[in-house]
């Protein structure tokens, strides 16, 4: 039994007085998360102690009681600072424990302290809108159904908008049916791409839309424009908020095209087998950008989850020489970067070289090397001239 847990991302629409209260409310975390650093380095490297949590929440509790103006930040919003600073704190020890080397948590600028959760208690919402503490009710635009019970809200602010997140518990997971049963034409080879962003083993291609190409010419403008503006000043903030602003809208079109995709994928197949990222080393090198640009993890992870929630399997495979092997026989066909073709002089196969990659992905998936064993008359045709002692 696997429960699902999914999050929901909508564009948030406080009023002017709910906006000047969340603003304060994250200058607050941040004051506080900053705070709590500096205390627990202090009682680190002074006393040679740890502080908890726990003794951080009674220190909030205090300040709540004493510090004018803490008592209008919402007790939930305000510990999530310190449940956030008590992660990262956590992290570094592991870290340390694990014999790395890790930096230790530094102090955030009010500027990258951007979101606050409400801890554990369930937010409520009615309609379009969400009830949050202290504020009351908040339009959020609702443009797609929330599903399930919500366990957890987040609030951040993204390129000077807001955006409320909702964790919701959306029940089991459909059971999946055997691999083994599956019928071969729902069985779907991937492979990645740059000319097209997927290419099917069978059906229409994914087109790849090269968002942050087509984006690359407003982006550069605004970044030239930032550059020109004095530091500190009023219209710097401005200029990095367009610049935020440009890479949030790239980033919402990479995500809409990988879920759309994601959609399409688990709604034809019932196995997707994508090549396993991890072997083919993406770091650098000059194709880094549009690599980058087409999103291919991101298009896995959605296909993943999605599968998930449809009762699909998606697998990933190891994915060399799925360009050299011939899918028609196994047989391996050398090729260039540039040779677009596959032209297989055993079996005779030709096909677009992307399509004979997709073709292997499935047979990997399956568990085959070839559509038919290797081929077969040439093998008897050698084996019975040399035959005989
Ligand atoms: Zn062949």
Redesign the pocket.
Known sequence: MLLLIRSYRYPLRPTKAQEAALTTWLAQCCDLYNGALHERRDAWRKLGKGVTLYDQFKSLTEVRRTVPGWDEVPCEVARSALRRLDLAMKAFFRRCKAGETPGFPRFRSKRRYDSFGFGTNPVVIQGDRVVLPKLGYVKFHLYRPLKGKILYAVVRREAGKWVVVFQCDIGEAPAKMPIESIPEERVAGVDLGLTTLATLSQGKPIENPRHGAKAAEVLARRQRALARKRKGSKSRHRALVQVQEAYAHVANQRLDTARKAAVRLCRDFDLICFEDLNIRGLAGGMLAKPIHDAAWRLLIHCTSCKAESAGKHVVEKDARRSSID?S????R?EKTLRDRTHS?P????VLDRDLNAALNMKNRALGRS?VRPP?TPLVTAEGSTSAGP
């Open positions: 011939c028609g026989c196994g047989a066909v297989c055993v079996c005779g196969l070839a081929a």
